[in-house]
């Protein structure tokens, strides 16, 4: 996960100020969605995706906000999870399943992908 720091090149400005001035960038504001889950760390973030055969052209998905590495206790599984800053609402959630870590992807300092159902999702 990055800092605030680091992603300040793919997030607008005014998204990180509401962020910091709502102290939204801690385990409670999770603690407050999900009461069986422990945020492990946060970072504001974008999505992209891309056809699984497009040779990594990313196109964005339009959907931005609160992405956690979070342990779900109800669930027995690790994940990461996308969350309206506004609203709290999952956006989006892929589970860390065994050997994640073979198909995670750093295709430079600031963008990460993986695969994901029929594509592949860029952070």
Do not use: W
């Amino acid at each position: 996960m990055h800092s605030l720091k680091t992603l300040s090149n793919t997030v607008d400005e005014s998204m990180q100020q509401r962020l910091l001035e709502n102290g939204l960038m801690h385990n409670s504001y999770l603690h407050g969605i999900e009461p069986k889950a422990t945020a492990l760390g946060m970072a504001i973030a974008r999505l992209f995706y891309a056809d699984a055969d497009s040779q990594h052209q990313f196109q964005p998905m339009k959907i931005g906000g609160i992405l956690s590495l979070v342990v779900d206790r109800r669930l027995h599984s690790r994940f990461l999870r996308l969350y309206d800053i506004n609203t709290n609402e999952l956006l989006f959630q892929a589970e860390l399943y065994v050997n994640f870590h073979r198909n995670y992807r750093e295709l430079n300092d600031y963008f990460y992908c993986f695969p994901h159902e029929k594509i592949l999702v860029g952070i």
